[in-house]
């Protein structure tokens, strides 16, 4: 299925006091409350000491990419011996958490998925958009998505600070588990039948949205309880993923509002 939004692409190398090198130094940083935005590991690494790495990574919800020696050298870090971990500037909260929350403050829930968004200047302005439109959470995966670093922050305008953000192993089981909360999930599709004006985003609910190459995953369109699409009077081929976003999420506010 065609998105109707165009994200860009860009590599972005992580400030050298952000990363953390040598698979004891990253175990310790666990251990001792570091919250870790993601570990990258020597695809050809292997013993006690990687085994250990990956339980207690998993203990902290923390993801490891397995990658070519090219990628460890290319962090810039002196003696790094096969793995570097980047440092969270975001604190991740719970998913259940943060909706039992909205719900006890007698709130309605929206919340924002991102499926495979990887530019981090998408990601911020995403952020900031959803913060103004007064989202209650973004949720994102453990991989495919951008790192929320200090670039994604900037361009947020301090937003990625100041809403909540839930990392979440699939977006699959996070769905169903926003379905046990009552809360339905839509997503923008160019061929949807009904515009989002038609859409009743007063209800709890939840948007994804997906990125350019490829979309929203399939499997997370049959998961969806409504697709819809944003009118446009030129035949073009798509929005930019964050300008989509806002005019999504500002609908979402006006008819709150109303």
């Given amino acids: 299925m065609r998105p109707q939004h165009k994200t860009f692409t860009q590599q ?9 090198g040598g698979i004891h ?3 310790d940083a666990m251990k001792n409350g570091e919250q870790l935005e993601r ?29 070519p020696f090219e990628k460890i050298r290319n962090f810039n870090l ?41 530019d981090i200047r998408n990601i911020g302005a ?15 995966p453990e991989k495919g998505v951008g790192a929320l670093n200090e670039d994604a922050i900037t361009t947020s305008a301090g937003a990625l600070e100041n809403i ?17 909360n009552g809360i339905k999930v839509f997503a923008s599709e160019m061929t949807a039948a009904e515009n989002v004006f038609d859409i009743n985003l007063r209800e709890p609910c939840a948007i994804i949205m997906g990125s350019e190459d490829k979309g929203i995953q399939s499997s997370l369109y049959k ?31 006006r008819q709150r509002m109303s």
Wanted: aromatic share 4%; glycine share 4%.
């Fill in 25 to 27: 130094s990253v175990i």
């Fill in 126 to 140: 995403l952020a900031r958009t959803a913060y103004c439109c007064s989202v209650h959470a973004m949720v994102i």
């Fill in 223 to 253: 998961l969806c309880d409504g697709k819809f699409k944003i009118p446009m009077q030129k035949d073009f081929e798509s929005l930019n993923v964050s300008v989509a976003a806002g005019m999504i999420l500002y609908e979402a506010m």
């Fill in 78 to 118: 002196e003696n790094p011996k096969g793995c570097i971990a980047i440092k969270s500037k975001i604190k991740y909260q719970n998913l259940q958490d943060v909706i039992s929350l909205i719900v006890e403050n007698g709130e309605t829930p929206l919340l924002l998925m991102l499926d495979g968004i990887t």
């Fill in 12 to 20: 972005h190398r992580p400030k050298k006091n952000l990363l953390i």
């Fill in 164 to 180: 909540a953000v839930c990392r979440v192993k699939s977006l699959h089981t996070a769905i169903d588990e926003m379905h046990l």
């Fill in 39 to 67: 570990i990258y590991l020597q695809n050809n690494i292997v013993g006690e000491e990687t085994d250990e790495l990956r339980r207690i990574a998993l203990e902290f919800e923390v993801p490891i990419n397995k990658v």
